[in-house]
Each structure stands twice: as C-alpha cells, then as structure tokens.
C-alpha cells in the first residue's frame, strides 16, 4: 500500500490477485491514474488459503440463505484499514464477482467522499446469472461501464445512473510518434480472433509471405510474471507492425455477447500503435463517433479483401503510412486514459489536477507536431 498525505484519491487494485494478460490494460490506466492524481494506490494481495476461500465464498452466493453473510466476508486476502478520509474512491474491476474483493479493504465506504466504480466488461447475459453481484453496485455513488450495450440493463437492474466510459491506453507507451521503429511485422493477430481468417494468414506466414505473429496461448491461461512487460511487450510489437487484427469483444463466442457487438480493446491499442486495424467494424453506435476518420478499420470480410490489403502495403506504401500516422494522431487526441480519467472526474463533480492539465498538455502537442508533419 502506497499512501501520501495529500491525496485526495484512493486507487483499489486487483493487480497481485488476476495477474491474467487480460486484466494488466486496467492496471495500466491505475497506474495513470495513480500519476494524475498523486493517489493512494491499495494493493490487495492474496493472504494464506485465498484460492480455497474464494471458491467456498463465490459458491456461497448461489445460496439466498447466506448471501448476506458472504457479502462481508474476506475471502483471505490480506487486510488493509484506511487511516485517512479521502475525497475519492476508484476500482477497476473487469468482472462483477470482483467486486467482493473490496471486502479486504476496511472502511472504504464511510471514509472515501465519492465511491467510483469502473466495470469493464460485461454482457445481457451475465444479469440474471450475476445479478447479485451487479447489485453490489449500488456501494457506488457513479457507476461507470466499458461497453455501451449494458447501460441501460445496468441502470435497470440497480435503479440508479450507469455511464459509458469506453476502453483507452497509455499512449504515451503505444504511441511510435515519440521513436519510430521500422515495421517489419506485417500482421499481429492479439486476443481473440476468426479462424477462418486466420487460417488464411497462417498459411501467408508458412509460406513465407508474410510474417504473422499470433498467439499459441489460450488468453485465460497467460499469466505475465509482470504486467508492465506485458504492456510494454505488446506495445513494441504492435509499434513494428503494419496491421493489426481486431474483432467486436468475445468474436468467438457469440453466444455470451448475445448479439452485442462492442469495441473491443483491440482499437484502441492498434489505432494507438499507429497500426492499420483490420477485422471487422462494430455496429455499436459509439464506434462510429470514437473512430469517425478515414479509413479508422478496414473489414475484411472475405480472403480476397485480405489479398488486396496485404498487396496494398507494398504497392502504396504513402497511403498505408498516411493511415498509420492518422490513427496515431487521433488517439492521442482522444483514446488516452487521460481522456477517461476526465471523463470520470466530470461524472464526480471533481476538478482536474495540474498534473492532468500536464499530461493532456503533452499529448496535444504531440499529436498537433505530427499532423502538422503529416499535412494531416
């Protein structure tokens, strides 16, 4: 537990708990959030027993009986007490069962001002299954959610406010505006994916046409031994890369999204590498308002399509560089975790800090410097 005396934000972290690759992006915006705010980062960390607690207390709120006991229960992590009153309270979480780790944490309801929580991910279908857990959102004073489609069923299911806060990056990691790199990977597939196309790309890199790198690793068995090498592994690679796949989130399994097609984090860290993003585009409204420029995703909905970008590269490299540079461009103007942490603090009623006004400051003139270069 890191604390200051003059902070007015306490930041909860799952980062010793899920250490999986899907989860180290929210780490990464703690970590900006920590450096805008000065903030007081608590670390819940896993005490003797953990794993066997966790699952005897998730189990437990299958049973109406005994909820209201499970609620309050630690699931052995290791206890922290805050000593101080804070104006804010912030947690990330990307599952609602990760709310109940908040209960190795005494007193942050009554000594935090403003409760804020941001839940990343979830789907229609989790309501029913996970309404228990979605309730525990009403601790919350602002209820913040990184996919538009379940707004509304959450603000139903819990009868208060429910805000859209979309997915962003520390672009100042992704960005290659700062040391431009030579991109000598032609297609980077991260996360989940089409077979069919990847098949197809698969076969190009066995034969020598293109250099594709995938992954080998079901997601929900890699656990990085640190997360800031993880993002910085992903960062580099995506830097050197000329496309970038991204899909709608759970492309692969339709049935939990239900029908939900929703900008996966997969925009953002491409557009942010100044990648060329290919896949298909999300038919969810607010896509086209965070990706309104040119040529933003390209869809490729067959292998001839594919063909004809893959060739593209090579016959009209002026053009593939204008895209890269204009995704670049565009997200740090809008898709850096800065731009949500403002967002959150306008939903708060809070003021920005100096240190915010800093970094949007940087990102700016960044971004300003290249389009200007550009002629953008």
């Known amino acids: 537990m890191v604390t200051s005396d003059n902070s007015r934000t306490c930041i909860a972290s799952l980062r010793s708990i899920r250490p999986h690759a899907g989860w180290c992006a929210n780490y990464e915006f703690e970590d900006v959030v920590s450096d ?3 903030g007081d980062l608590l670390n819940l960390r896993p005490g003797p027993g953990f794993t066997s607690a ?3 207390i998730q189990r437990m709120l299958c049973r109406p009986g005994v909820r209201s006991i499970a609620r309050h229960v630690n699931p052995n992590l290791v206890p ?3 000593k101080r009153d ?3 309270f912030f947690f990330v979480c990307m599952h609602p069962f990760d709310l109940l780790y908040l209960n190795g944490i005494r007193g942050w309801r009554e000594r935090c001002k403003t409760k804020v929580v941001y839940l990343l991910e979830a789907y229609p279908g989790w309501t029913s299954k996970w309404d228990f857990h979605f309730k525990l959102l009403k601790d919350f004073d602002h ?4 996919l538009l489609g379940m707004v509304d069923p959450i603000q139903r299911l819990i009868g208060q406010p429910c805000h859209y806060v979309p997915f962003a990056v520390d672009t100042l990691r992704f960005t290659p505006l700062l040391t431009p790199t030579t991109r000598s990977i032609d297609v980077y597939s991260l996360g989940r994916r089409v ?6 790309l698969l076969r190009l890199h066995q034969q020598n046409k293109i250099f594709y790198i995938y992954d080998t690793i079901p997601g929900q068995l890699l656990r990085p031994l640190d997360y800031l090498q993880h993002r910085d592994l992903v960062a580099g690679i995506a830097k050197r890369s000329r496309f970038f796949v991204a899909y709608p989130a759970k492309v692969d399994v339709p049935d939990e999204a239900r029908g939900q097609s929703e900008t996966g984090a997969r925009y953002y860290e491409g557009a942010a ?27 490729i909905p067959d292998e001839a399509t594919l063909m004809y970008w893959l060739e593209e590269a090579r016959r009209n490299p002026e053009r593939m560089n204008a895209i890269s540079r ?12 800065l731009h949500r942490w403002k967002q959150i603090l306008q939903i708060a009623g809070m003021e920005p800090t100096q240190k915010q006004h800093e970094r949007e400051d940087r990102l700016n003139t960044l971004a300003e410097q290249a389009a200007q270069e550009s002629g953008i």
């Open 326 to 337: 204009r995704n670049a461009i565009e997200a740090l103007k809008r898709h850096d975790w």
């Open 143 to 146: 209820v913040c959610v990184g």
């Open 36 to 38: 805008i705010e000065n």
């Open 54 to 56: 966790d699952w005897v």
């Open 195 to 200: 077979e069919s196309t990847h098949q197809v």
């Open 86 to 88: 804070y104006d804010l």
């Open 273 to 299: 590498a100044g990648t060329i993003l290919f896949g298909s585009t999300p038919t969810v409204a607010s896509f086209r308002q965070e990706f309104d420029w040119p040529d933003s995703t390209i869809d």
């Open 80 to 82: 922290i007490t805050l």
